[in-house]
């Protein structure tokens, strides 16, 4: 069945340093994979999304990922992170039939020292 | 600019109440989505619906049930709230295939006392 795991329930970094949030997946074929961002008091918002070709994506905010078949990994990446950035993160990958749901990880909280 | 709508931010009910929560959506997509987000456990789907009329049960549907009469409208019901109920839920909704993103209301923070 298909998971999503993110190891990091939660991480501190200051301002300015770089960023990698981890996100590892289990699905039968090549996945789909995706990340959201959830602001304090808002909905979710894609950053960005993988499902074919190169495998650094580009996002939104200067966010990337980097797609890892061999490692199963999906890890998030920002070089300079800002105040603005602190926030909930989410990897998800699609459910099973092609409904268009998706599963979730448990999300990893970010917060930014200054 | 598109929108999914729910129709409260926050709302506090008491046990046993029946408990409507409502979302609408304006970019006539076909799949609408009921998630609940709980502190260390990310979101869970509980329900969702590909077409109008259309339900299927995600993996928390337990208690809960949808009502889907219109295409941009999408339901969740609680027949009779308990306090395990307590938690954020959030509706979204995407057009018809695998890899379209999900566009999500901001939450409904429901409290059952």
């Known amino acids: 069945a298909q998971s999503v795991t993110q190891p990091d329930i939660h991480i501190t970094v200051s301002e300015g340093a770089s960023l990698e949030l981890r996100c590892n997946y289990s699905?039968?074929?090549?996945?789909?994979l995706f990340w959201y961002v959830q602001s304090p008091g808002q909905g979710l918002q894609l950053l960005l999304k993988?499902?074919?070709?190169?495998?650094l994506v580009q996002g939104i905010k200067g966010f990337e990922a980097e797609f890892k078949r061999s490692q199963s990994s999906f890890n998030l990446r920002k070089p300079s992170v800002h105040w603005s950035d602190a926030a909930e993160y989410f990897c998800?990958?699609?459910?099973?039939?092609?409904?268009?749901?998706?599963?979730f990880g448990q999300g990893t909280t970010l917060q930014v020292k200054p | 600019d598109v929108k999914v709508t729910q129709s409260s931010r926050y709302l506090v009910k008491r046990t046993g109440e029946k408990v409507f929560l409502e979302c609408v959506q304006d970019?006539?997509?076909?799949?609408m989505f009921w998630y609940r987000q709980d502190p260390g456990l990310g979101l869970r789907l509980i329900y969702f619906?590909?077409?109008?009329?259309?339900?299927e049960k995600g993996d928390i549907p337990e208690g809960y049930s949808v009502s889907r009469e219109k295409k941009e409208r999408f339901s969740l019901i609680l027949e009779s709230a308990s306090t395990n109920q307590t938690s954020m839920y959030l509706c979204?909704?995407?057009?018809?295939?695998?890899?379209?993103?999900?566009?999500f209301g901001s939450g409904t923070q429901l409290s059952v006392l």
């Open positions: 970019m006539d997509h076909e799949n």
């Open positions: 998800a990958v699609p459910g099973s039939g092609n409904t268009g749901k998706l599963i």
């Open positions: 979204a909704s995407s057009s018809g295939s695998t890899n379209e993103k999900l566009f």
């Open positions: 699905y039968g074929a090549t996945p789909y």
């Open positions: 619906s590909y077409d109008v009329k259309m339900k």
């Open positions: 993988y499902f074919s070709g190169d495998t």
